[in-house]
């Protein structure tokens, strides 16, 4: 009976074991990806924005902005490796109530890794052009380092720093920041009048982009869940003299957005963290000591006093 | 002693098997359509 019991747990213990060093090595790595299916909605809200409006052909200061940003996965476009997503970003100045601008991008990416790929219809408004870097999510186990990350306005990758820790929620994240220093980036034609220069009836200026973007990142996910955007992009002659605000504000994350973002992100944290250290160490302690256990029961055997029978009993027994 | 091996083996082969199948299912959670979206009012958010 004790041999049976033995056995019985022995092979228990392996079971236990071999699940536990599975789980964390293979199975973990297979589960452990960005989802296909996403679909969040986050909120950027300045205040004290200015921008240049189009239908009433001068700067607004001043103004409330509100970016709303519903991402959704492209479940159709992705694989195994690969998730597809599309962001649409709508900015609207709710001071005077009307709509500042939108922008689609549609970006392929490495489900474990977060880089950006090449796939099937990526798109920035009207680039479809390669994009590198990352975009919507950060790697799992983000490091303490810099990393790259596409840049919607400038139209390619650029370097995001490791900015220091700091708490989200109550959630540890680290924080980045892309630094953009002015620089030109575009051309843009328009009538003189618009930019005081009255004597010409269309002028071609240099478009300048200047950012400090920054981004809270979960680590252990890779998701960001906070972010600010100050932004300034300015028309500017040939002299470099100043001819226009397009666009100046600071956006950063409403408080709703990120509770929504942390809520959503604890949830992912705990699932991680579960298949990759909790229950991996608890099945393979469980399945050791059980192992240890049933193999001593089985193997053990009782001194047989000298008695030839009681040898030759003992001897087929543990055989 | 040959016993206790073919239970260790059963047991690990057992494992396998069953990480194999948890890891098909569990990556299949995440595949599917996303939820449905809500109605959304762009500006009020």
Known sequence: MRRVAGLVASGLGAFLLVSGILLRFYVAGQVVRFPLNEYQITTLAGKDVTYFSPSLLKDVTGVAMRVTRTTEGDVAAGTSSRAVWTQFSYSYDATNGVAYKSLTQRSAF?????????????????????????????????RRTSYQIFDTTLLKPMVVQYAGRATIDGLPTYRFVERVPAGQFGTQKLPGSLVGLHGQPTVTLDEYYQAANTYWVDPVTGAVVDTSEDQKITLRDSSGVQRLVLFQGDLPMTARSIQSLVRSDRAKRADIEAITVTVPAGLALAGAVLLAAGSWLSLWRRKPDGDPAAAEYAAAEAW | MTRLLIAIVIGALLAVGGSFLTATYLAGTTDSTPANAPLYNYGTG
């Not at chain 1, 977060?114 to 590198?132: F, H, M, N, S």
């Open chain 1, 110 to 142: 490495d489900r474990r890794t977060g880089t950006l790929i090449a796939c099937c219809g990526e798109t920035v408004g009207t680039y479809t052009g390669r994009q590198d870097g990352l975009a919507f999510v950060w790697p799992h186990g983000t």
